[in-house]
């Protein structure tokens, strides 16, 4: 396994930073212009950074997202015991961390309830960040990822702070604005433990420029409690994210009987429109498979009209390259792991009239998004 020492992974950020003539460590950066991406709508948001081609929330994920043109870059956000946000998509860490290899926290393993969910495993709210340091990321899923498992043990875990200075250091080197799309993770379950997220992302990000609703940032949740906190705390620009079934965990914690499906509805978009800028769905929601698991445009629903129609944008997610996450009829083969047609599924989407799209694999979404509005 390769290995790069803290020190060594300081000093390649170190050099990114030198090159874009700015640190990790500035506040100065508050006072940064920010301002909407300028790239061609739709937009690409690349999916927990590029993680199609290294692991997921990792400085080299971002880069990578940035370096393929992605207009926005999404990092999830879970909190340390000691009240931090670093970037990972579960607060079960062995998901996604070397974490179950790391004999001084065996004693660490417990179960829990998150979401609902019976869960056993490490969790992010029971270390600090100084025992995150001691973390490496790993692939979530190496079976289908075999080539981003390599990379296993190389990078650390990283915080939020540290996410939004490399990302704003490359935004320097390209020349070009690159927005972030920030989502915090299990806001109910953190709050309950004490470590409620909402108004320690929002002084983060003012430290950092982003404050006013044309600042290129969108900041989303499953959960309604969550965005209505937001809504009060920022102009930021919220969105609403959308499953296929099921409900709000804020919703169900409280015994409340509304379902993400009566939120799809021109009613709950209306009420959506309420406290959010926009929504982000399953695509399901857009174009359900039949039984044979093929998609078809034939069956695409009225979703995005009655979306726009309550004054929202709509950002779908999620769009992955590998035959195992496609529809039946975009698969090249029956090896899971080889890319099908993804281009030609993210198509299908675009001519719904998407106002932008999650995707793991944002060279392929740009370019497909590029030859469309070129074809248009």
């Known amino acids: 396994m390769i290995r790069i020492s803290r020190g060594k992974e300081a000093l390649l950020l170190g050099a990114i930073m030198a090159i874009a003539g700015c640190t990790t460590t500035s506040t100065d950066s508050a006072a940064v212009s920010r301002r909407m991406s300028l790239a061609p709508t739709p937009i690409v948001i690349a999916h927990r950074g590029a993680s199609g081609y290294r692991p997921e929330h990792t400085l080299a994920a971002y880069s990578t997202a940035a370096l393929q043109g992605a207009d926005y870059i999404e990092?999830?956000?879970?909190?340390?015991?000691?009240?931090?946000?670093?970037a990972r998509h579960d607060n079960l860490l062995n998901l996604s961390t070397d974490v179950a290899n790391r004999p001084e926290f065996a004693d660490r393993k417990v179960e829990k309830i998150v979401d609902g969910r019976r869960l056993i495993g490490w969790f992010s709210e029971d270390f600090t960040l100084e025992e995150i340091r001691q973390l490496r990321a790993i692939e979530r899923v190496p079976d289908l990822r075999p080539r981003n498992?390599?990379?296993?043990?190389?990078?650390?875990?990283?915080?939020?702070?540290?996410?939004?200075?490399?990302?704003?250091?490359?935004?320097?080197?390209?020349?070009?604005?690159i927005g972030l799309y920030i989502e915090l993770k299990h806001p109910t379950h953190f709050e309950t433990a004490g470590l409620a997220m909402?108004?320690?992302?929002?002084?983060?990000?003012?430290?950092?420029?982003?404050?006013?609703?044309?600042?290129?940032?969108?900041?989303?949740?499953?959960?309604?409690?969550?965005?209505?906190?937001?809504?009060?705390?920022?102009?930021?620009?919220?969105?609403?994210?959308?499953?296929?079934?099921?409900?709000?965990?804020?919703?169900?914690?409280?015994?409340?009987?509304?379902?993400?499906?009566?939120?799809?509805?021109?009613?709950?978009?209306?009420?959506?429109?309420d406290y959010a800028d926009g929504v982000g769905p399953d695509k399901d929601l857009l174009i359900p498979l039949d039984a044979a698991g093929r998609l078809s445009v034939s069956a695409a629903t009225r979703f995005v009209e009655r979306a726009h129609a309550a004054g929202l944008v709509v950002h779908p997610y999620t769009f992955r390259?590998?035959?195992?996450?496609?529809?039946?009829?975009?698969?090249?083969?029956?090896?899971?792991?080889?890319?099908?047609?993804?281009a030609g599924e993210i198509s299908a989407f675009l001519a719904l009239g998407i106002d932008g799209f999650f995707t793991d694999h944002s060279a392929i979404g740009v370019a497909a998004r590029d030859e469309f509005a070129a074809a248009r």
């Not at 939004?164 to 390209?174: F, G």
């Not at 499953?243 to 978009?269: N, Q, R, W």
């Open 198 to 273: 909402e108004q320690t992302l929002v002084n983060e990000l003012t430290r950092f420029g982003y404050s006013r609703a044309g600042d290129s940032i969108f900041l989303q949740s499953f959960e309604i409690a969550s965005l209505r906190r937001l809504d009060a705390l920022t102009e930021l620009r919220l969105v609403q994210l959308l499953g296929s079934s099921g409900a709000p965990y804020d919703v169900t914690a409280a015994s409340g009987d509304g379902t993400f499906i009566a939120m799809a509805t021109s009613e709950g978009l209306r009420e959506i429109a």
């Open 321 to 342: 390259a590998e035959n195992a996450f496609l529809p039946s009829n975009y698969r090249s083969s029956r090896s899971e792991t080889e890319f099908g047609a993804a």
């Open 149 to 177: 498992a390599l990379h296993d043990g190389v990078y650390s875990i990283a915080l939020l702070s540290e996410a939004i200075a490399v990302i704003q250091s490359l935004e320097t080197m390209l020349g070009r604005d």
């Open 75 to 86: 990092l999830d956000l879970v909190s340390t015991r000691d009240g931090h946000l670093i």
